[in-house]
């Protein structure tokens, strides 16, 4: 009887054990749910990095990675490694951002990837290095990752509001400013000249007046592509409101005259093209025929304020317009 009383005394303390066992673990289950949760919450994913792998794919720990990206970590893995994903004009950026990672504590990031859908995904990626205890060499990282894709949409739209023509998509006046104060600053560096032209659309209250504002809005967006694409890339074509649109033109040349050679050719590519017919769908309207006139300016440095610029650029423009219309006039 002895015995038997000292088994039943096991079995219940091993019931016992087993009881708490059985607590304790849903405890922890109950904790990996908030954990969960709150990653989710917090961020989109969180990751741990192990840096004896140059791959840099990332072991998930919570959150919607697949989600975010398109892809399971080991598909990232078979394509060569996480930078094969990170978009191509975002990659240089990143790798520089390394060692200056391996020395700070964290380091905040935002830049794209490309996900598995071809779809171009922005995140922002909050990285805190782990280090050995005996070496202080970082051999982990932990990360944070934020989809941060409707944000940025966002910003581009008050971007676009604040500095591009919503009709025609072009800079608007007060990126034309600001683009002008660089492009003088540019010339007094290098010492190469630079010009203002001054377009104005010949006849255009005509257009409006008697087809309407819809077959204006037509002509000016036409007309603006083909002004865009008569000058090079890095020139600036803006539209200053109206029928009025203004280019910079930077880096011409050093010597004056060559400058003004290149100068009259690009207004001659700009005058051609301005001329030609212009097919207007507004109301079957047949093609249209429209001029311009052209007034320019040269610029060296800071010489003149960009007020001063602008004006005489104007002038000249008028001066185009008073001698006949269809031509160019420079500013003396």
């Known amino acids: 009887s002895y015995a038997v009383g000292k088994l039943k005394e096991s079995l219940q303390r091993l019931r016992h054990a087993l009881a708490e066992s059985e607590a304790q673990k849903e405890i922890l289950e109950d904790k990996e749910r908030l954990l969960t ?15 004896q792998h140059p791959d840099l794919v990332p072991e998930i720990f919570a959150g919607a990675f697949k989600r975010t990206t398109g892809y399971e970590p080991e598909e990232i893995r078979n394509k060569g490694g996480w930078m094969k994903i990170v978009h191509p004009e975002d990659q240089e950026r990143l790798t520089k951002l390394v060692p200056r ?7 905040v990031s935002e830049y794209r990837i490309i996900s598995a859908s071809g779809k171009t995904v922005w995140l922002r990626d909050h990285v805190k290095p782990v280090r050995d205890e005996q070496s202080g060499a970082v051999i982990k990282l932990l990360g ?7 944000r940025k ?16 998509a072009l800079p608007n006046r007060r990126l034309l400013l600001d ?12 010492q190469f000249y630079g010009a ?11 257009l409006n007046d008697t087809r309407g504002h819809e077959a204006g809005d037509q002509l000016l967006i036409q007309q603006g592509r083909r002004i865009v694409r008569c000058v090079r890339e890095g020139d600036t074509v803006a539209r200053l409101g109206g029928d009025e649109f203004i280019i910079i033109l930077g880096e011409l040349s050093e010597e004056e005259e060559k400058a003004a050679e290149e100068v009259s050719e690009i207004t001659r590519r700009i005058l051609h093209a301005l001329s030609l017919p212009v097919a207007l769908s507004y109301r079957q309207m047949s093609d249209y025929e429209n001029t311009c006139s052209i007034g320019v300016t040269m610029f060296k440095g800071h010489e003149l304020t960009v007020d001063e610029l602008l004006r005489r650029a104007d002038m000249a423009m008028y001066q185009a317009k008073a001698g006949g ?8």
């Open 144 to 150: 944070a990752v934020h989809d941060i894709t409707e």
């Open 325 to 332: 219309r269809d031509r160019v006039e420079l500013a003396v």
């Open 153 to 168: 949409s966002a910003e581009q739209q008050v971007e676009n509001l604040a500095f591009y023509d919503p009709l025609t």
């Open 101 to 107: 990672l391996l020395e700070a504590t964290s380091l």
């Open 196 to 206: 203002i032209l001054f377009i104005d659309l010949d006849h255009f209250k005509n």
């Open 179 to 190: 683009r002008l104060e660089q492009g003088l600053a540019l010339s007094a560096r290098t």
């Open 37 to 51: 949760l709150f990653t989710e919450l917090s961020s989109d994913y969180v990751y741990q990095i192990d840096l």
